[in-house]
């Protein structure tokens, strides 16, 4: 009899047959946020899972599971797992690492150059029929990019890939991190590290891609913000809970602070009605890894990781993206 898993949203076909060829697959035909009973009683059925950002597991959800060996996670980002919990329980978690960086990198650009020149409010107003010859020639003014400081706030490999592209654009780029770059890529990233002040102070630009974590909790807060340019643009693609809505949205209503793309919002699918209101934010749904090929190959990735902890396919036994490959030699144990 065949091991079960569970596919907590829909999923492209080619992914769950691939998962198909060797377990018994249930997958949720319709996309929804899942209680944690609901998540507690699905996890006790299986064998894995694969699931979403909105999928929270900790330690109540899996308590009593005997069962459950691993859950993959469709995202890079894992502040949706309680590790220690799953670690504690034998879990194994696996996320998606590297298959994103160039995709998410692109999209941070995205808005950087997005919100810089204004694009989303241009085109709402000109799709308001609002265009005239009456037009300025200091109308929409932007900011620009080539030739100014990128600040990276969060130099993982996403981080890595974003300053990279900025040698095309003439900028320099400073960066923050807990830990320094080893020389080779700092070279090829044409990146210096700096401290936490010194890049609010000095970027033209900045760009936050750090993991979301209580020590990340409003890292941007009136405080930071205080320190940065008048003109500065803040893009957000990491979590929304990283930054202070209230006092973000305070900052560009008040011409403290230039503009914000922001794909992540601290409580999505809801969206603070002061970033609503305001012209300079330019707002998108959380799919900064979304390319046809890129959401593919998360899933893809995913699905690798249940079949390969659970014994099947060419790297049975040997997931290639665990976060706590130590719960593996217990399991003989179970
Ligand atoms: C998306 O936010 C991810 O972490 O992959
Ligand atoms: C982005 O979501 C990251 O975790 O680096």
């Not at 018994?24 to 979403?52: F, N, S, W, Y």
């Not at 900045?206 to 893009?235: N, Q």
Request: glycine share 8%; with cysteine; net charge neutral.
């Amino acid at each position: 009899v065949k091991q079960k898993v569970w596919v907590s949203r829909p999923l492209f076909p080619e992914v769950l047959a691939k998962l198909s060829e060797h377990l018994d697959v249930q997958a949720e035909a319709i996309e929804r946020k899942h209680t944690p009973e609901q998540l507690r009683e699905r996890l006790r059925q299986v064998d894995g899972a694969v699931i979403g950002l909105g999928d929270r597991v900790d330690a109540a959800v899996l308590e009593g599971n005997e069962r459950l060996r691993v859950i993959a996670n469709l995202a890079v980002g894992y502040n949706n797992f309680d590790l220690p919990a799953m670690t504690r329980a034998g879990v194994l978690a696996c996320n998606t690492p590297d298959v994103l960086n160039e995709t998410v990198a692109d999209y941070a650009w995205a808005l950087m150059l997005a919100a810089s020149r204004r694009i989303g409010a241009a085109e709402r107003w000109l799709r308001a029929g609002q265009w005239s010859n009456q037009q300025r020639f200091d109308d929409w003014l932007g900011v620009d990019v080539h030739g100014k400081t990128l600040g990276i706030l969060g130099m993982g490999r996403i981080g890595q890939a974003i300053a990279r592209r900025a040698a095309g654009f003439d900028m320099r780029v400073l960066y923050h991190n807990r830990s320094r770059l080893p020389e080779p890529i700092e070279r090829e990233c044409r990146a210096t590290l700096v401290g936490k002040d010194e890049l609010l102070k000095q970027a033209d630009h900045l760009i936050l891609v750090l993991p979301y974590s209580k020590a990340s909790h409003h890292a941007i807060g009136a405080a930071e913000l205080a320190l940065m340019k008048r003109t500065a643009v803040l893009v957000n693609v990491a979590r929304g809970g990283i930054v202070d809505e209230v006092a973000l949205a305070a900052a560009l209503r008040e011409g403290r602070l230039g503009a914000a793309g922001l794909d992540v919002f601290e409580g999505e699918p809801a969206v603070h009605p002061d970033l609503l209101a305001l012209d300079n934010a330019l707002l998108s749904p959380h799919i900064a890894s979304a390319s046809e090929d890129t959401r593919r190959a998360m899933a893809s990735l995913a699905a690798d990781n249940v079949l390969a902890a659970l014994g099947y396919g060419p790297h049975a036994g040997r997931p290639a993206t665990p976060l706590n490959p130590e719960v593996m030699a217990r399991w003989s144990r179970r």
